[in-house]
């Protein structure tokens, strides 16, 4: 995943919850309940962006990347994870709420409308 596509899946997620008249976040994380000191390195306590730099070189291989960032492989695919990397291509973002079907008793007779204004035929 690269972080223009979690970018706009996130933005899909919050107009869909929006249009289907939830307020609330796409991404939520609760707080612990304790505070505990957990084994082992924080997911991005790695080169973070020596690691976008390399991927954005080409270098895929999991063992090679673990071993210049001087990390485990796991923790390698978790950082990537927590930070995909972008790809520096221009987007154009869509404007789900309007692209959104509509909600409510009536949305399923203007979705058929809208269908066999495009020429979609569905069999009822």
């Known amino acids: 995943m690269t972080a ?3 970018a706009a899946l996130d933005r899909y997620g919050d107009a869909y919850l929006r249009n ?10 609760p707080e ?15 080169d973070v962006e020596l690691l976008q730099s390399m991927l954005s070189d080409g270098i895929y291989t999991h063992h090679l990347l673990a071993k210049e960032l001087k990390a485990n492989v796991r923790q390698v ?3 990537i994870d927590a ?5 520096g291509a221009s987007v154009t ?4 709420k309007e692209i959104l079907p509509p909600r409510g008793y009536k949305a399923p007779h203007l979705l058929m409308g809208l ?9 009822e």
């Open 4 to 6: 223009e596509l979690q």
């Open 20 to 29: 289907h008249g939830f307020d609330e976040p796409v991404i939520w994380t």
């Open 32 to 46: 612990p309940f304790v505070q505990l000191q957990w084994p082992g390195p924080e997911i991005l306590d790695i």
């Open 77 to 79: 695919l978790r950082a």
């Open 83 to 87: 930070a995909p990397p972008p790809t």
């Open 93 to 96: 973002p869509a404007v789900w």
């Open 115 to 123: 269908a066999r204004c495009q020429g979609v035929h569905h069999d």
